[in-house]
T-cell receptor, first 114, second 113 residues
Framework: DTGVSQNPRHKITKRGQNVTFRCDPI?????LYWYRQTLGQGPEFLTYFQNEAQLEKSRLLSDRFSAERPKGSFSTLEIQRTEQGDSAMYLCASSLGAGGDIQYFGAGTRLSVL | AQSVTQLDSQVPVFEEAPVELRCNYSSSVSVYLFWYVQYPNQGLQLLLK??????LVKGINGFEAEFNKSQTSFHLRKPSVHISDTAEYFC???????????FGAGTRLAVHP
């Protein structure tokens, strides 16, 4: 069990550029989640996958955001035409089961949009 | 809809003193309850969770929490804190039948020598 891995740890980009983040969940976990955390706030749910199927998306996930989990293993979160308001910590989590199962979090990717 | 309110944004406390971090929630459906801790530059780590059964839940590092359904609260306690407990603590709920976590804004616990 190597834990949830996120890359890169930090990303600095200019407004209008596209960025992509990667999340590698714990290997046997079939559920994967993305959250966003801004300064002084708790994480906010963005989207959820069960295997390769994206089953829920938050209204926070505008059409500039897209997430994939092509083979039910790692996932990518892409933000197109970044805006300064996208600056945040993007967290990935995974779990073995649903509902009350523990979600294990990665250390996050910190995005700064200049 | 669900919401979580952590009543204190910061809690300063001296080493070896007891501490309580307060959490209230609002939900129209049953929820599971969680406390997570976040150390600087690290991911969120689960302290404890309540699914059902005994309302007093014990977690890691000497923490415990009590679920109070009538007051919709899930306060976190530790009888004697250490410097190493300095961190951000998040209360979260997960509606039964759903998979997402809904977090409070967090409480920064600062333990002073």
């Amino acid at each position: 069990d190597t834990g949830v891995s996120q890359n890169p740890r930090h990303k600095i980009t200019k407004r209008g550029q596209n960025v992509t983040f990667r999340c590698d969940p714990i290997s046997e976990h079939n559920r994967l989640y993305w959250y966003r955390q801004t300064l002084g706030q708790g994480p906010e749910f963005l989207t959820y996958f069960q295997n390769e199927a994206q089953l829920e998306k938050s209204r926070l996930l505008s059409d500039r955001f897209s997430a994939e989990r092509p083979k039910g293993s790692f996932s990518t979160l892409e933000i197109q035409r970044t805006e300064q308001g996208d600056s945040a910590m993007y967290l990935c989590a995974s779990s073995l089961g649903a509902g009350g199962d523990i979600q294990y979090f990665g250390a996050g990717t910190r995005l700064s949009v200049l | 809809a669900q919401s979580v309110t952590q009543l204190d944004s910061q809690v300063p406390v001296f080493e070896e003193a007891p501490v309580e971090l307060r959490c209230n929630y609002s939900s129209s459906v049953s929820v599971y309850l969680f406390w997570y801790v976040q150390y600087p530059n690290q991911g969120l780590q689960l302290l404890l969770k309540y699914l059902s059964g005994s309302t007093l839940v014990k977690g890691i590092n000497g923490f415990e929490a009590e679920f109070n359904k009538s007051q919709t609260s899930f306060h976190l306690r530790k009888p004697s804190v250490h410097i190493s407990d300095t961190a951000e603590y998040f209360c979260a709920v997960s509606p039964v039948g759903y998979n997402k976590l809904i977090f409070g804004a967090g409480t920064r616990l600062a333990v002073h020598p």
